[in-house]
Every structure is written in structure tokens, then in C-alpha cells.
T-cell receptor, first 114, second 113 residues
Framework: AQSVTQLDSHVSVSEGTPVLLRCNYSSSYSPSLFWYVQHPNKGLQLLLKYTSAATLVKGINGFEAEFKKSETSFHLTKPSAHMSDAAEYFCVVAPSGSARQLTFGSGTQLTVLP | DAGITQSPRYKITETGRQVTLMCHQTWSHSYMFWYRQDLGHGLRLIYYSAAADITDKGEVPDGYVVSRSKTENFPLTLESATRSQTSVYFC????????????FGEGSRLTVL
């Protein structure tokens, strides 16, 4: 069995300050981990993915995430928030062999204040 | 370069009516998925398909029917809509296992009165 927990349902930051969105997971196997972003009235778009290569993963738009096995975490960060980063972010865990068991976190709504 | 398209984008229907949501992808991806998105629940898998004529249930399949006669199409049918099926529905596709990336449509917002 596996699960994913996004520790904050809402995060608010000022433009130009760092962003931290937290995600913890549990999985019986070595999983693949993803972060997706969803802008209002849009589908989800892949930000970055971890698939057992480098533990520090760089994604689009300046985001990155670090896979920490000992902490079962995959937190998403960005050094400097931009207004266009305001969106909902989903952490996703996927076992390597099963499409059915892809599990989404409940999402974190990021607000960027001017 | 259409990618993955869903129709209709918005639909209002009444309890008991049949509704079909369409999904079409242009990449020839083998896997296709239907999710529903509700506040506080993230995305939940309704059905998925590994290839044409191969479908399987997800986490919340009750009240839904799918078919996949062609690789590029994966329609979702609500045979007798209920208010609890009011939701935003997302179709997604992926090349195959292991999953590397899901490509999502823009969603279909369904309201059941």
C-alpha cells in the first residue's frame, strides 16, 4: 500500500521570497515521485519527476525537489516566487509496475502576494 | 499538435440522464485514464486502460462505464447521473509502464442537478 501526504493545504508567500511545498510519502517499493501544477481551469502539467536517478531533481520554471529516503519526503522548492507561480500543486507517488496505484496528494494551493 | 482533448468542457444535466464525456489523444499512447477531482480529495482514479479493448477499474468506478475500441479514444459514460457525480473530470494518457509522465486534458466540468 502507498500514500502521499501534502502537509499544507494552503501556502502564501510574497513575490521574490522562497517557496517550500511539503510532501511525505509511504510506499512498499521504491517509487517514482512527481510534482504536478494546476492553474485555474486547466489540466495538470508535470513540473518534475524522480525516478531513482539523482536525488535532487530540477524541473521547469525554476522549481526543484529533493528525494530524501530516510525522511520519506519529496519537498518542492523554488528560490524566488513569481506571481505566475500561483496555482495548485500536487505531489504524486507511483509504483514502477502499476498504473492503477498512482496516488495523488490532496493538493497545496500556493498564493503569491505582490 | 492537439495532444489530448476533452469534450464537452462544461455540461449541466439532470439526475437520471445518461452523459458521455469524450477523450481523444493524438500521441498513440497506450495508457489512458479517467480521474475525478473533488475538493479535499485530490484526484481519484475512476477507470484506466492499458490498450485498446483493455480496461480496468480504479478507486471509484461505481456508476461509470468506459470503452476503448480505438487507441486514441477513451469515452467515459455515466449511465444514470447522480448528484454525487458532480465533479471535474480529467482524462490523461501515458506512453506505458513504468509511468514517466501523465499528460492531462483540460477537464470536463459536470454538474448534475
Amino acid at each position: 500500500a502507498q500514500s502521499v501526504t501534502q502537509l499544507d493545504s494552503h501556502v502564501s508567500v510574497s513575490e521574490g521570497t522562497p517557496v517550500l511545498l511539503r510532501c511525505n510519502y509511504s510506499s512498499s517499493y521504491s517509487p517514482s515521485l512527481f510534482w504536478y501544477v494546476q492553474h485555474p481551469n486547466k489540466g495538470l502539467q508535470l513540473l518534475l519527476k524522480y525516478t531513482s536517478a539523482a536525488t535532487l531533481v530540477k524541473g521547469i520554471n525554476g522549481f526543484e525537489a529533493e528525494f530524501k529516503k530516510s525522511e520519506t519526503s519529496f519537498h518542492l522548492t523554488k528560490p524566488s516566487a513569481h506571481m505566475s507561480d500561483a496555482a495548485e500543486y500536487f505531489c504524486v507517488v507511483a509504483p514502477s509496475g502499476s498504473a492503477r496505484q498512482l496516488t495523488f496528494g490532496s493538493g497545496t494551493q500556493l498564493t503569491v502576494l505582490p | 499538435d492537439a495532444g489530448i482533448t476533452q469534450s464537452p468542457r462544461y455540461k449541466i444535466t439532470e439526475t437520471g440522464r445518461q452523459v458521455t464525456l469524450m477523450c481523444h489523444q493524438t500521441w498513440s499512447h497506450s495508457y489512458m485514464f479517467w480521474y475525478r477531482q473533488d475538493l479535499g480529495h485530490g484526484l481519484r482514479l475512476i477507470y484506466y486502460s492499458a490498450a485498446a479493448d483493455i480496461t480496468d477499474k480504479g478507486e471509484v468506478p461505481d456508476g461509470y462505464v468506459v470503452s476503448r475500441s480505438k487507441t486514441e479514444n477513451f469515452p467515459l459514460t455515466l449511465e444514470s447521473a447522480t448528484r454525487s457525480q458532480t465533479s471535474v473530470y480529467f482524462c490523461a494518457s501515458s506512453q506505458g509502464l513504468p509511468l514517466r509522465e501523465l499528460f492531462f486534458g483540460e477537464g470536463s466540468r459536470l454538474t448534475v442537478l
